[in-house]
């Protein structure tokens, strides 16, 4: 950082120095944080920072996010003297395998992640891909700190996973002992096959030995894979799904989403979009900021099942379902001033249990290139069993209740006319991971609300089907008593999603002094920025 020092006097205004430049990272898992704004600093783009924090995450958060797995990004490069704008969906979802049977075993998923860094890196990066790789492979081999994160995740199925003899060489001491926070854990396996990925690429980890390997070990776990899966895989470049929002008077600002079968984000936009029609969360009374928000969400997840097929696609048209008109039908179904049963508005809404297994981060350059990624195992730890010789936590089949890309869906928002990214964010949390991020962003863009405030506001959660509002314990008796009043059915839980995000209320790269960067409390994750002074 460059920073200006500035004499004044008792009878002076201090004169600030001018910020110059503004990048930043945001994520639930520290060490992968730190080594993102490491990239950062020595002048790597935000798909440069992303690579190098993915492969940390693989070694330090394999229960979310390990070779095995699949994700979501958003990728935003502005305009520039040598560079059109592109905002663009990287999809590299796990699917199932071609022999994959719900009755084997432990039917796993074909990986994603390494074909889908492998894509974001080759087009938007500007380091070398060996140097990006090598920080992940260092701390596999010579070991990374347990981190309170995940052995949050490590204790939900600490049980199953230690049946794994290849989990337990990863996890347990010499004499067996449990992890603690602290503990140094040494995954050379995994550092061998991100060796490979280093030098050779990731083409090696699709085709040739080390997959016939891969295919081999997984199937001696009970897993499902073949040469034909990973041979056949390949990552998706979509176009984003996007609506005006915030009520610009020139329309300028376009929210943009991942589209199905990232189905989070019609949900998330729905949610958006309903929020920002109701005019609440300007509205002096809290309660029914609380309370629009509870409707909106029941809404957006109801209406979910309408246009949602069994493969996470749509009936309709993208360009539809984030029209202004569906919105306004979204917005008048039944009455704004009470809550309506679920049963009444949507009869034949299902139960659908979303798994909250995931991990996700945002980043921005100093240019002003952003990347906003969220990762999944289909489950906690995937099938819970490490293939043999490789270190990779294989994930689980995306076949099955509430597994896949149904809770992803990552977004940003950008001036369109001046090509200026405005916010990008990320969340998990299952099922609340709509709700969360539509909240504190729409607290955040809609009202201008502080970052910081609109992270830490206590949340609400309805999800249509079980008919119950959700909330957290910063939610006052006042606005408990409201909303019981309104004919929400209450229940207390500890915490509603998790979020990342970054925001600049009057755009980057043009105004790096208006941007934030912030993770969630509710997590153990960290936010890290570069600010650049003259």
Request: charged share 20%; glycine share 8%.
């Amino acid at each position: 950082m460059v920073f200006a020092v500035v004499g004044c006097s008792a009878y002076d205004d201090p004169v600030l120095p001018e910020v110059k430049s503004f990048s930043g990272v945001s994520g639930d898992e520290p060490r992968s944080v730190i080594e993102a704004r490491r990239v950062l600093k020595r002048g790597g783009t935000a798909a440069d920072a992303a690579t190098a924090m993915y492969f940390v995450l693989s070694v330090n958060l394999p229960s979310a996010a390990s070779l095995g797995g699949g994700g979501v990004c958003l990728v935003f490069r502005p305009k520039s003297k040598k560079e059109a704008e592109s905002i663009e969906v990287l999809e590299f979802f796990t699917k199932a395998s071609i022999d994959n049977s719900l009755n084997s075993v432990r039917p796993s998923a074909v990986p994603g992640n390494p074909m889908g860094i492998y894509a974001l890196h080759s087009r938007y990066g500007r380091l070398q891909w060996g140097e990006l790789v090598i920080a992940g492979e260092r701390l596999a081999r010579f070991g990374s700190e347990m981190s309170s994160v995940l052995l949050r995740d490590y204790k939900v199925v600490e049980n199953a996973l230690l049946e794994d003899k290849e989990s337990q060489k990863i996890f347990l001491g010499k004499n067996m002992e449990k992890p603690r926070v602290g503990d140094v854990l040494v995954q050379t396996d995994l550092a061998n096959s991100l060796s490979l990925i280093r030098s050779k690429g990731v083409k090696y980890f699709y085709g040739g030995e080390f997959a016939e390997r891969l295919v081999r070990q997984v199937r001696k776990i009970g897993g499902t894979l073949s040469l034909e899966d990973l041979s056949s895989y390949k990552p998706r470049w979509v176009n984003t799904v996007s609506m005006y929002f915030g009520g610009d008077f020139f329309r300028k600002h376009r929210a943009h989403f991942a589209p199905p079968p990232a189905t989070s984000g019609i949900v998330r936009a729905h949610i958006l979009g309903m929020l920002e029609r109701s005019g609440s969360l300007t509205d002096s009374q809290k309660e029914n900021a609380y309370h629009q928000m509870l409707r909106s969400s029941q809404i957006a997840f109801g209406n979910r099942n309408k246009w949602m097929k069994p493969d996470f696609t749509s009936n309709f048209s993208e360009k539809i379902l984030l029209s202004e008109n569906y919105i306004d039908e979204l917005w008048n179904i039944g009455n704004g001033l009470k809550h309506i049963p679920t049963k009444t508005l949507f009869p034949s809404s299902p139960a659908r249990p979303e798994n909250p297994s995931a991990t996700s981060f945002v980043i921005v350059d100093k240019w002003g290139m952003s990347v906003s990624c969220e990762f999944t195992m289909n489950n906690n730890f995937g099938i819970g069993r490490v293939a043999p010789g490789t270190g990779i936590m294989m994930a689980a089949t995306p076949l099955g209740v509430g597994r896949g890309s149904l809770s992803l869906g990552p977004m940003m928002i950008i001036n369109q006319h001046s090509s200026q990214l405005l916010l990008a964010a990320s969340s998990s949390g299952g099922v609340a991971s709509a709700t969360s991020l539509a909240w504190v962003v729409a607290n955040t863009y809609l009202t201008k609300e502080e970052l910081r405030k609109s992270m830490n506001k206590a949340r609400v959660h309805h999800s249509a089907v079980p008919d119950k509002a959700y909330f957290e314990s910063g939610v006052g008796k006042n606005i408990k008593s409201s909303l019981q009043q309104k004919g929400h059915y209450l229940a207390s839980t500890n915490s509603i999603g998790k979020v990342n995000i970054i925001y600049c209320s009057d755009g980057l790269p043009r105004a790096p002094e208006t941007c934030d960067v912030q993770t969630d409390s509710r997590g153990d994750g960290m936010s890290l920025s570069i600010i650049e002074q003259d």
